[in-house]
């Protein structure tokens, strides 16, 4: 730097007139002056710290003002209007919808929509299902293990469809308040204002976004969950069928010969007898 330079300069001229100011006074006899090298060089020890302490506060002060020069540009608008350059249109969310011809689709659209009232809505728009009660003892012994299952997978039904249906109902009636919290966020993240773009207000922005994120991500994992117990309640169905063949035809191989030996026998009375596997 010029600056120091020349600071160096002053300093070594400076001392040279003190060292032969010192000098001539001695030669002339002069006062009792007398040049004392340790002194001098102290003095110059102490010269050169204090230029090193000046060094180090011009390089603290270039990198001060450098943060600070940061700081104004990142406080800085974007010399555009945020509103109309970034703004998109939000989807709404639609409610269920069905005609209600002999008054059985009423109680389950606003069930579906609000997750109020979803037992009584459900049961009115879906054929209700009776029990064997003593009608049981009547089944044949070996296919109540299979009415027992098949009951099982109605009821299983049931009561995945009233939790969907209630799911679906908390998420419709809670769609107006998350939405108006995206637009609140949205207005905010595109306001001029300067109170809303300070360091502060914008993590306080980035914090709501990433909480508004957390709670959908939540809603999608529940409905992801319902969609796999529908799923799970199929499967089961599917399964139960398939073992119920593979069963009827293990009982047709086992009593396939003894069901061709009792045909010469009486086929009235054997076929009176016979029950379907």
Known sequence: MQFTDNRRRIISNLLLVITATSAAFAVLGVGDVVYDPAAVASLVKQFHQMEQEYAQLVATYQTVRSQYSQMIFMAKMVPTELRARYRTSATSWRNSAATDTYGTTASWTAAINSGLGVED??????????TYGAALSNVPTEQVDRVKANY??????????????????????NAPQAASAIQNLERDTLSADPSLNSEIAVLNKINAANLLAVRNGQDTNQLLVALAEQQLIDAKRKRDAEASAINEHIRFVAEEQELLRTQTGDPSARMLGYRMP
């Open 121 to 130: 809505g459900y049961q009115q728009a879906t054929q209700r299902l009776d």
């Open 152 to 173: 099982a997978t109605i009821e299983l039904t049931d009561g995945a469809n009233l939790s969907t249906i209630d799911l679906l109902g908390r998420l419709r009636a």
